[in-house]
């Protein structure tokens, strides 16, 4: 999975086609990742104590990694990603401008 923690997305298909996000957390396994503010549903929670009320959350879901699409750090647009090998080390390249991605 070549999408990873940090990195500015955009969502490509789905309900919330067209926004973009950061990635909070990735999920290699199961190829998901959470973006911040995209695909959020409400979740019911029960009151944990006696004097406590329950409650309606928002909460953020997982979405497969094959519905975002990392944002050109240079130009801005989509990009797809690359591998090179810089110093004996693969280093993430987005192919639509060549800019080295941070790992």
Known sequence: MKIKK??????IAGKDKGRTGKVIRAFPRELKVIVEGVNINKR?????????QGQIIDKTLPVHVSNVQLIDPKGGGVTRIGIKRVKGKNVRVARRSGVELNT
Not at 6 to 11: A, C, E, L, S
Not at 44 to 52: D, E, G, L, M, T
């Open 6 to 11: 940090g990195d500015n997305v955009k969502v």
């Open 44 to 52: 019911h929670q029960r009151p944990k104590k006696a004097n406590q």
